[in-house]
């Protein structure tokens, strides 16, 4: 489903968010990273802003953070924040090259020390 | 590797890891080992420097010797084989990484490379194979998923410094020659011994701390990784999750930029996350538990050390 083809979307109900099919489901993702996965009516639903309050649906896509009227800054900031505290921190993580490939053989293989990658490892 | 070494990494409290390409027929076809057995020496090693942490009273299930693995053509055909040559090695955890297009990689493509959408199937055959032995009992999971999860489920990063935005190149990582040469990040290191050295920026001799963090290429590829810029990453659903690497497209499209969809890289984490989440659809209660415990962090608090 694209955006195309629904009939009526309501630009004020939905906030900020961004969709991709997922099989038969749709995934709907906010800014601050959480997500629902809607069935293709809900989804049409959610974009035309058919989605009364009282319904688990509104409390599923208000707990997502995906209803601009409940859209909770403060909170979608915290969550922002604490997925991006590990690039406020400087290099932590180095990988040293190890390799005892001389210089005729520079191009021929790639590091023997390759680490995990993730400095909280 | 000698015990005289194992010994001073071990007393220096350095983590070890190494790479296991599969069963060993298949490791010792890609990483030929004159006189010997390459697979057959790393996991004569694998198993002694478990043991060695045993003796030296660690938790063999925080400390033991992890592998990597790099999925060549020929081994998309085998992944419950490549799952169940980890798995008798004594590892619990699995890198499925595809090909890069970096070093040994790069020079022998033809032979090794396959189009993405056969990784795929791959990633997936494996990775139900995976689920399948962890309902079973068997500790096993995937690195690439674990990522993803902990990102999509606790809503925390995990710091892997390739799908991070922006990256970790210079950031959160660098990485140093042999000759002493500093680079933004590993990948930046062998492109210079490719003949590029456009993420060079420094010398242990020279270079001070200031300088490199402010390198103007590590400006650039920070820029460059953070993903509210990057046009097709902007807009996409698992933007809050993923990342992409400057230096892989620098690489395969001659721009730190790169366009996402034509990217190898894209294709893979877009694929990947496609899997995740048609299982977290499912709502299988299994699948959703062992994904739980692959959120998980332990701490290996033994390879700290102050600074």
Redesign the interface.
């Known amino acids: 489903m694209t955006l195309v083809q629904l009939t009526a979307q309501k630009t004020t109900f939905a906030a900020d968010c ?3 099919a ?2 038969d ?1 749709m ?9 629902a ?1 809607l069935t293709q009516d809900e989804f049409r639903a959610f974009r035309s802003g058919a989605v009364p309050p009282e319904s688990e649906l509104y409390q599923r896509l208000s707990a997502a953070n995906l209803v601009r009227a409940v859209f909770d800054v403060k909170h979608a900031a915290a ?1 922002i924040s ?6 406020r ?11 005892r490939r001389d210089a005729t053989r ?7 020390s ?8 | 590797m000698t015990e005289e070494r194992m010994t001073y990494l071990l007393d220096h409290k350095v ?1 070890i ?1 190494t ?1 296991i390409d599969g069963p060993q027929a298949l490791h010792d076809k890609q990483r030929k080992l004159a006189g010997g057995s390459a697979h057959g020496v790393a996991a004569h090693w694998i198993a002694r420097i478990n043991h060695a942490y045993v003796e030296r009273g660690l938790d063999p299930t925080l400390y033991h010797i ?1 592998a ?1 693995l790099t999925t060549t053509r020929d081994t998309l055909a085998m992944p419950r084989e490549v799952v169940d040559s980890y798995i008798a090695l004594g590892c619990r955890a699995l890198f499925l990484r595809p090909v890069d297009p ?4 790069a ?1 022998v493509g033809d032979r090794v490379e396959y189009p993405r959408d056969e990784y795929l199937t791959f990633y997936r055959s494996a990775l139900d194979y995976m689920l399948a032995l962890n309902r079973d009992g068997v500790e096993i999971l995937e ?1 690439f998923a674990a990522i993803f999860l902990t ?2 489920l606790t ?8 799908i ?3 990256c ?1 190149a ?9 000759d002493g040469k500093i680079f933004t ?2 990948e930046g ?2 492109l210079h ?3 590029d050295d456009s993420f060079l920026i420094g010398d242990v001799e020279t270079s001070k701390y200031r300088e ?2 402010g390198h103007p290429t590590v400006r650039a590829l920070t820029i460059a990784s953070n993903l509210d810029g990057q046009p097709d990453c902007v ?7 993923c990342g992409v690497c400057p230096v892989h497209s620098h690489r395969t499209q001659g721009s730190l930029f790169g366009r996402m969809r034509e990217s190898a890289l894209c294709a893979v984490f877009k694929g990947i996350q ?1 899997y995740l ?2 299982k ?2 499912e709502g299988d209660l299994s699948t959703l538990r062992t994904f739980a415990k692959w959120t998980t ?1 332990r701490e ?1 608090s033994h ?1 700290l050390q102050a600074c």
Do not use: W
């Open positions: 961004r969709f991709r997922i099989r489901k995934l709907v993702t906010s800014l601050d990273g959480r997500f996965l969550l604490e997925r991006k505290s590990r690039s921190t400087s290099a932590s993580s180095s990988t040293s090259s190890s390799t520079r191009s021929a293989s790639r590091s023997s390759r680490s995990s990658r993730t400095s909280a490892s | 983590q890891c790479s992890e990597l970096f070093g040994f990689a020079r690195r990102k999509i809503g925390t990063d995990p710091n892997y410094l390739d991070r935005s922006p970790g210079g950031i959160g990582q660098v990485a140093y020659n042999y990040c590993d290191r062998i011994e490719m003949g490199l963090m807009n996409c659903a698992y933007q809050p999750y496609d989440f048609e977290l659809a962090v290996r390879y």
